[in-house]
Structures are given as C-alpha cells and as structure tokens.
C-alpha cells in the first residue's frame, strides 16, 4: 500500500512512455515487500538539471536515466564509477550517504547476463549500430575476451567517435554498412548483436524490419548467434529470420531486466533480487 512514508525510484528521459522498466521494478518492489515504487518520468531537456536536482530533495532514492541523457548527467553527480567514466554513459544514480547522486553503469552487466548460460567462441564479433547502448555492448564484448569485434553502422561520424573512444583496443575495427568487406564479416561471424532500434516497427516489408535490409543479410551462417537488444516485439523479424536460417537467437528481456535487478541491488545495497518475478511481470504484460 501506498502511504505518507513511501518513497520512489524513477527512470528518467524522453520518451519513456514505452519503458518497461516500471513493469519489471513495481513487481520486484512488491516481492521484496518494500515501502517504495517506481515511475517512469518524461523530462524535457531544459528541465534536466532542475529536476535531476530537485529530486534528491523530495525522497526520491534513486534514479535510471535513459536516452538522451546518459551523458548529460555526467555534471549532476558528485562521485562516478570508473566503468561509466570510460563509456561515457550512467544509466544508474544512488543517494549517497551526503545526499548527493553517486552514477554507474549497469547496462554491460545486463548484456552480458544472458550470454554467461551459453556456449560461446569468443572469436569474431559484430555490433551493429554506433549509439548509445553500442558502447555497453562492446564493453561487454571486449569484457568477454572476444578477439575481434566489427562495428558496422551507417553515420560516419558516431562510428569514429566509437571506434575513437576504444582507441587502445586493437581487436575493435569500423566498417560503414555499405562497405564491401561486410559480406565476408557477416558469413564468419560467431555473435552478432543488434543495437539499431531498426525491429521495433511491427509493420513494414522484410527489408525494412531487418537492419541495413535483407541483402546484408544474404551470407549469415546458421552457426552465427544473433542478439538484438530491442525486446518488444519478441521476437523481432531479424531474431525471426535468424531461427529461420537456424540460428540461435537472443532478444533483449534478460538484458533489461539483469540491468534493472543490477541497479536495484545497487540502490538497496546489495539485496538479493528476485529475476524470476521480474522475467513473469514482463512476459505476463507483453
Ligand atoms: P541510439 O543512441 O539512438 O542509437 C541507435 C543507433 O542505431 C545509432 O547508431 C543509429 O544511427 C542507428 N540507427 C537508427 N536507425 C537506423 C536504421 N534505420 N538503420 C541503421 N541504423 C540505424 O539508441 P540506443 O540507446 O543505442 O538504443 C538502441 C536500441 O537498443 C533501442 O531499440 C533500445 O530500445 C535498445 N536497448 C535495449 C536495452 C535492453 O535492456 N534490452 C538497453 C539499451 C538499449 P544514426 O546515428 O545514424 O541515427
């Protein structure tokens, strides 16, 4: 029941009506039996550093922050992990004990919590995509030892600035998606990973609703394991097309919910967080 002691955690950012986070936290919440509940909150840029500010006054514990701000709030923070200093991206803010916000990281923990309970060659891999969450997945990536890790994407620039702030990893190379060698990185790849929103649209032609379209597509080898972070749809036409070819595929529901537990556990510190209810509440709402 909600009561004048109950507190909150929140997800801040803009748009964030489609978040689940609220779906996967509230129940979490509930089990854990504790006086607090999570909201999604939309905030528009000029309002950022106010509110962010504001909300440590009004018992607010603790905040996820979301697109386009995983950078911005690097300035609000009085302490920062070192994992989010060198991505340059906080998903996670804590009060701290002088009631000042403490960021981290939990997103490269989430990407990697589904790839732990399978067999894996860390040998070639693909990121497609050059945003925000592509940063975590190479973290993870290079986290797993994987030996070559390909970035295609189709805008130049975010590409080098990638590629740029893993300069000191020599196993981390930049194609753009019409580059001819793609072909060839496709057929031997061992993992791809989708973090292109290109799959969230339910409608549309095939070419369309598969990343950079069907003809990239055309060498993928049935040994290759497909990860796409997007989790609704589930599952989406590329992780469709991919079993089709006899793939293994992975969507992206136990990254966000590894994340989410991950930022719970860190705002609580260290309780232990009940996954499965989590995994239930989302499956049970999508
Ligand atoms: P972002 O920062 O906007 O980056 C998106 C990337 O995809 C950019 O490189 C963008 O290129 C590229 N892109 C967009 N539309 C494209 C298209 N039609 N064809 C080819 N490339 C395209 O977004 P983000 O934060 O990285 O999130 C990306 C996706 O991951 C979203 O679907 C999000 O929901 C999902 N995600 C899931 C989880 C999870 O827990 N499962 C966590 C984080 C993110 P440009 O720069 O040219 O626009």
Redesign the pocket.
Known sequence: MITSRTSFFALIGNPVSHSLSPIIHNAALQYLELDMVYLAIPCEEKDFKSVIRSLKKINCKGLNIT?PYKEKVFDLCSEVSPIAKKLKAINTLKLNSHKEWSGTNT?IY?FNYPLKSIELITNKSIVL??????RSVIQGLIDLNFSEIAII???KD?LNELTNNFANQRQIKGYV?NDEQTCSLIEDADLIVN????G?EKLGSLRDLL??GTNFWKSLNPKTIVYD???NPSPTPLLRFCDKKGCMTID?TK??IA?GAKSLSFWTDGLEIPFEIMYDAIKKYI
Do not use: E
């Open positions: 697109i997103d989430g995509g050059s945003g925000g969450a592509a994407a189709r805008n975010s998606s973090t292109t929103p290109v969230m990343p950079f972070l997007i989790y992206g990254m966000l994340q």
